[in-house]
């Protein structure tokens, strides 16, 4: 009987260590499930304007695909169009001027070396008893004249040249500010948003509209604090509709966050735990993924298989 009790509790103290143990098995996770929002891999930017004016025209909106370059809202600039007809006027007329006192030194010059050339036969005349020092000093006098002539005409040019550029520089200043009304795009891409109505008054202080550029699209999921030691660059990641196994993509992890934040995305979530902070990984998506900026979809991440 005592050796019955014995092998009984034996067994016992056996199945309660057996069970400890089990309990104390670590299950590794092999995938991670996280919320995410489709963004373009270049942030999308909100556009706005150098100056305060009044919408002209409207060229693009929202969902057109435009160039770099492109104008796409253009402001009221009947003024400086008025002022840069003013300034370019002000440049014809000292090339006019400048034109001028040009021809007058090349007279100038004509004159003097005839004068010069007097002055010379005159004056070996004079030497040669033949001609009155009078008329060799009168044709002197003449010659330095028309030389002091051409100096006065020579510095009468770089003063005309000099205004000449300053117009010029007042010509391209008035050129920006009429560029400066018209807004382009920065690049190649899509227009998000166009509330903008041609005659309403637009300010710096607020954007003008949302613009995309042309980029690979991304997903950027936030992962719990829990989880993150998990994650590796070049993950697979699938993503999928919220709640589904519908897959919608595929892609690779190609950026992680160097520190932990605050939930951000969807933080309006019911639930949402406010000492829980997570971690933002960016998902590259492969192929010709046809998904809508800002959605919202569910994120994969396979932590045993990378591209």
């Known amino acids: 009987m005592l050796l019955a009790l014995l092998f009984f509790a034996g067994c016992k103290t056996n199945e309660d260590k057996s069970a400890t143990d089990a309990d104390k098995t670590i299950v590794e996770p092999v995938r991670i499930i996280a919320l ?3 963004e373009p891999e270049v942030k999308i930017t909100a556009i706005g304007s150098e100056v305060n004016g009044v919408v002209k025209k409207i060229y693009a909106h929202a969902g057109d695909s435009v160039k ?3 104008v796409l809202v253009e402001f009221v600039h009947d003024y400086e169009d008025a002022k840069l007809a003013q300034v370019n006027a002000k440049v014809g007329m000292q090339n006019a001027e400048i034109q001028n006192i040009q021809v007058q030194i090349s007279s100038a010059k004509i004159k003097t070396e005839n004068l010069k ?16 020092k009078q008329n060799a000093d009168n ?23 000099s205004k000449l550029n300053e ?9 920006v500010d009429v560029q400066r009304r018209k807004v382009k795009a920065p690049s190649d891409g899509v227009i998000l ?5 041609e005659g309403s008054a637009a300010t710096t202080e607020k954007a003008l509209f949302d613009f995309a550029p042309n980029s690979a699209l991304t997903v950027l999921c936030e992962v719990d604090e829990l989880w993150v030691n998990k994650l590796k660059l070049g993950q697979h990641a699938l993503v ?11 892609g690779e992890v190609i950026y992680l966050s160097p520190y932990l934040k605050k939930k951000s995305l969807f933080s309006d979530d ?26 919202r979809v569910e994120v994969v991440i396979d932590l045993l298989k990378t591209k």
């Open 36 to 38: 995410g929002r489709v």
């Open 68 to 70: 770099k370059g492109d």
């Open 117 to 132: 050339t007097k002055y010379e036969r005159l004056q070996k005349i004079f030497e040669q008893g033949a001609e009155t």
């Open 139 to 161: 044709a002197k006098s003449d010659f330095e004249q028309s030389a002091k002539d051409i100096d006065r005409l020579t510095a009468a040019l770089h003063s005309a040249e």
């Open 167 to 175: 117009i010029a520089t007042d010509s391209k200043v008035t050129a």
């Open 193 to 197: 948003t166009m509330d903008l109505t």
């Open 240 to 250: 999928r509709i919220p709640g589904t196994d519908d897959k919608l993509a595929e």
């Open 270 to 295: 019911s639930g949402n735990m406010e000492d829980r902070r997570v971690r933002e990984v960016r998902i590259r998506l492969s192929g010709n993924a046809n998904l809508l900026l800002n959605s």
